[in-house]
């Protein structure tokens, strides 16, 4: 027999569906100050916690198997994202987010342990700057070891947005005053056209377009996802070793982007990428569930205090280095700043920042302008920290909880 569930799939999904429908309006109508996540995970707390909702109502939904499959493949799409070209024009953006975010790890890691513990501050660095895929690998990997802080990561999350959003539109709006200022009197010169499009490389460069099927994509993925997991359970096996097949995908998943055997960002063209989001936002919601089960609700809000002290200081000391450092490295404090902050605030929101201060341009060509300065500040710190750096710090300090 299979297994009971207290809702019906077309119930629980259909629930599902509407909170994050009416949390993501929600937030798209206050500017992303309060981020959806925080919306969409403090409905789910209420009504777990007010046995509103039954605790496998995820599971009846089948989000949980959409995220699972979100887990294996997104590391890898992160890795053919990372762009050689963009870190070799943007040199100095990247040393400016690798020494903040280090000294971010520093502080929160060792010099908050006295004050959240031991489990929390090894939790906390990479899920601070990591996007729903570090946040995940987080909380998976510590829910057998440490289950009662495996929401932690999720509640982090959850939180991101509502300190890094204000600080970076504050950043942003110095930052976009001080480039139009700078182009009306000359300094920079307008763009000559767009940039030209990158095209595919070596082997899937080869491959014709009406070939390029959802399947297509998500099956070169599982490929390297399957291959990945096989070579290191046998490494791990042969040497004693413990390595985490989190690093590995994504540094497969750089190198076969970087040699053509691999598309870059595969899922964002296998019209597939909004549903493993919301299969992502089930694994959170689930993880909520499963911790006001199997304690109270107060599981929850009891680390609230820790979250909240862990999310100030790190926002923090990045934006501190990000103003101290950009301006070492000949960028304005703002610059600096919206770099370092928008490591927390991550896609999609950069790409809405970029289009609503863009707008601070009076015409065509000034909008044009704004885009090509500030585009690449938000895209860097996304690509190579949320993205990138996260997934490391997260693979290595989650092996110590």
């Given amino acids: 027999m299979g297994a009971t569930y207290t ?14 429908f009416a949390t993501q309006a929600l937030s798209t109508f206050l500017k992303s100050y309060v981020p959806m996540p925080l919306l969409m995970g403090s409905v789910f707390v209420l009504c777990f916690g007010m046995n509103w909702f039954p605790s496998d109502m995820i599971l009846s939904s089948n989000m949980i198997a959409v995220g699972t499959i979100a887990f294996n493949v ?3 799409h992160s890795g053919t994202m990372i762009s050689t070209q963009l870190l070799r024009t943007q040199k100095k953006g990247v040393a400016v987010c690798i020494l903040s975010t280090l000294a971010m790890f520093l502080v929160v890691c060792f010099g908050l342990r006295p004050i959240i513990g031991r489990e929390l501050s090894l939790l906390a660095p990479g899920s601070i700057v990591g996007g729903g895929a570090s946040c995940a690998i987080a909380s998976r990997w510590v829910t057998e070891s440490a289950p009662k802080v495996a929401v932690f990561p999720w509640m982090v999350f959850m939180f991101q947005g509502l300190f890094s959003v204000p600080l970076t539109c504050w950043a942003l709006k110095r930052e976009s005053a001080l480039i139009l200022g700078r182009l009306r009197s000359g300094e920079i010169k307008p763009p000559a056209g767009p940039p030209p499009e990158e095209k595919p490389r070596g082997v899937v460069g080869r491959i014709p377009g ?21 070579l290191i359970g046998w490494i791990n096996g042969q040497f004693g070793l413990d390595l985490n097949v989190n690093m590995t995908a994504l540094i497969f998943g750089f190198i076969l982007g970087q040699l053509g055997l691999l598309d870059k960002s595969p899922l964002f063209k296998s019209d597939s990428y909004g549903l493993l989001l919301l299969g992502l936002m089930g694994l959170m919601a689930n993880t909520l569930a499963n911790t006001i089960k199997n304690g109270t609700v ?18 923090l000391v ?47 060509m000034e909008q044009a302008v704004l885009k090509s300065q500030i585009g690449p500040v938000l895209g860097l710190g996304t690509m190579l920290i949320s993205n990138g750096i996260s997934i490391f710090m997260v693979s290595i300090l989650v092996s110590f909880v």
């Fill in 7 to 20: 809702w019906t799939f077309e119930q629980s999904f259909l629930i599902f569906a509407l909170i994050i």
């Fill in 210 to 230: 009406s070939y390029k099927t959802t399947a297509y994509y998500l099956g070169t993925i599982m490929i390297v996802s399957v291959l990945n997991k096989l």
């Fill in 74 to 76: 997104l590391v890898i």
């Fill in 318 to 364: 990045l934006a501190l280095g990000g103003a101290f450092l950009g301006k070492k490295f000949g960028m304005s404090p703002y610059r600096g700043i919206a770099l370092c902050a928008n490591c927390i605030t991550g896609f999609p929101v950069n790409q809405v920042l970029v289009e609503r201060f863009s707008k601070m341009g009076e015409n065509p």
């Fill in 298 to 315: 107060f599981a929850v809000l009891s680390l609230v205090p820790s979250l909240l002290l862990a999310m100030a200081v790190g926002t």
